[in-house]
C-alpha cells in the first residue's frame, strides 16, 4: 500500500522560500513518475512539477524558473524547492505518484505578507 508524508509548507512573505518533502513508502519508488499537486481555494487541483525515476522533470509554465523538483531514489523521498513565492502560489500542496487517483492531506502553503 501506498503511503506518502509531505512536510515543509507553511507561511511565507511574497519572494520568500519553502522546501517541501514527501516521504515515499510502499512502492518500488524508483519505477515510477512522481509528482507535486496543489489546489487553491475554489480551483481544481494541478500538476505543479514531475519527474521520472531518471531524473526527467516538467514544470507548469507559472512555476518555472522559481521552482525545482528532485528526487532521492534511495531514500524514496521527493522534495520541491520554492523560491521567489508568490501569493498565487497559496495553495495545498500534494505528493503522488503520477497517475495515481488517492490523495493523501497535502500541506498547506500560505504566501501572504
Known amino acids: 500500500q501506498v503511503q506518502l508524508v509531505e512536510s515543509g509548507g507553511g507561511l511565507v512573505q511574497p519572494g520568500g522560500s519553502l522546501r517541501l518533502s514527501c516521504a515515499v513508502s510502499?512502492?518500488?519508488?524508483?519505477?515510477?513518475?512522481m509528482g507535486w499537486y496543489r489546489q487553491a481555494p475554489g480551483k481544481q487541483r494541478e500538476l505543479v512539477a514531475s519527474?521520472?525515476?531518471?531524473?526527467?522533470?516538467n514544470y507548469a509554465d507559472s512555476v518555472k524558473g522559481r521552482f525545482t523538483i528532485s528526487r532521492d531514489n534511495a531514500k524514496k523521498t521527493v522534495v520541491l524547492q520554492m523560491n521567489s513565492l508568490k501569493p498565487e502560489d497559496t495553495a495545498v500542496y500534494y505528493c503522488?505518484?503520477?497517475?495515481?487517483?488517492?490523495w493523501g492531506q497535502g500541506t498547506q502553503v500560505t504566501v501572504s505578507s
Open positions: 510502499g512502492i518500488a519508488f524508483s519505477l515510477y513518475s
Open positions: 503522488n505518484v503520477v497517475g495515481r487517483t488517492a
Open positions: 519527474i521520472t525515476g531518471g531524473g526527467g522533470t
